[in-house]
């Protein structure tokens, strides 16, 4: 099949839902698919009041050479177009809207251009009413969904049901280096960022207070923008970490801390399960597509600061109980094959011509 992902435009740091997006790209080249993720740029450096002519080779430019944090299949082909319309859009077989900046435009795309499919990835309300989201799944698209509490909304309000495929993580990249016994029972590592739903202020007042409580705690931080200057000293801070470095953080972290608001899946947590970290999360919705509570994580209501303090507390004082909710959250997590999402994926376009 020949496919067509649409992304509203590229992007020079690591976007959790574009890392999906790329993950199928490379693994659908790999199956013989052709595959071009089209970037809609006509929004890209608006701003800046250049010249069109000069915006636009901006614009071009910024799409061929990312994204630098991510490897990219070089088989998949990076699309500059200015709009998602019909003659920017190559003809195809499959076209995928990726969100709610590009679904209208996908949707009014001809037929040449391909089936027309939505994935959706999160309740993406910041910016819109939920009225105009639920409007979304109910454009006579092919909605796919990456989790369950997802499902459950799109099918409400769609005429027809939702596939659900989970994403995968990749387990040729995320594993235990440092096994889970031999860790600092006193480290913790968890994401920054500026976005209001990642809920980083609640847990960084959670650090903060278990500093207080434990002096010589570990704590390793890892962000998008350069070290914010609220930081102390004693936090550790990696910027634009790779893979690689990620790895290193996971595999050098006895706790993973996620105090998200609200989140499609939540990657990260997933990911330090994978390389042996107890997690300590929130209850945002996403985070139940991989982790129960008391069984292989520790979660508490979202926005709750004291909750967040006991749940480190109690792997602190029980080296135990954290070996127990690491280890079973590394077996867990190794059900999350992307070999099983994209053969799914796979299946799901193809059923499309039945």
């Known amino acids: 099949m020949k496919i067509n992902f649409c992304l509203p435009g590229p992007s020079k740091i690591p976007i959790g839902g574009y890392k999906i997006v790329f993950e199928y790209a490379n693994r659908l080249v790999e199956k013989g698919h052709e595959v071009g993720i089209v970037f809609d740029c006509k929004q890209l450096y608006t701003g800046y009041h250049f010249p069109e002519f000069l915006r636009r080779i901006l614009s071009y430019y910024a799409v061929k050479t990312n994204p630098r944090w991510f490897l990219l299949n070089k088989k998949v082909k990076k699309i500059y177009a200015n709009g998602i319309l019909d003659h920017e859009v190559p003809d195809a077989d499959i076209v995928i809207a990726t969100a709610i900046l590009t679904v209208h435009d996908v949707h009014q795309l001809s037929s040449k251009k391909g089936k027309k499919v939505y994935f959706i990835q999160g309740f993406e309300n910041w910016g819109y009413t939920d009225e105009e989201v639920y409007e979304t799944y109910g454009l006579n ?206 299946k799901t376009l193809e059923g499309l011509f039945n």
């Open 141 to 346: 698209m092919k909605n796919i969904v990456i989790a369950k509490w997802l499902k459950e909304i799109v099918d409400k309000h769609s005429h027809s049901e939702s596939v659900y495929i989970p994403n995968g993580i990749d387990l040729t990249i995320y594993g235990i280096d440092i096994p889970i016994t031999e860790r600092n029972p006193y480290s913790i590592s968890m994401m920054y960022r500026k976005e209001v739903y990642k809920g980083t202020k609640y847990g960084l007042e959670a650090i903060n207070r278990i500093k207080e409580l434990y002096p010589n705690v570990e704590v390793r931080l890892f962000g998008v923008p350069d070290r914010p200057e609220e930081l102390p000293d004693w936090i550790e801070y990696t910027t634009m970490a790779t893979q690689s470095q990620l790895r290193t953080i996971y595999n050098h972290s006895a706790i993973y801390l996620t105090p998200s608001v609200i989140e499609g899946f939540g990657l990260t947590g997933a990911e330090s399960m994978a390389c042996g970290c107890a997690l300590v999360s929130t209850a945002y919705q996403g985070v139940f597509e991989y982790a129960e509570n008391n069984k292989n994580a520790l979660i508490s209501p979202v926005k709750d600061v004291d909750a967040l303090v006991n749940n480190i507390e109690r792997l602190f004082n029980d080296n135990e109980l954290r070996i127990k909710m690491a280890t079973k959250g590394n077996t867990d997590i190794k059900k999350l094959s992307w070999e099983n999402s994209v053969n799914l994926f796979e």
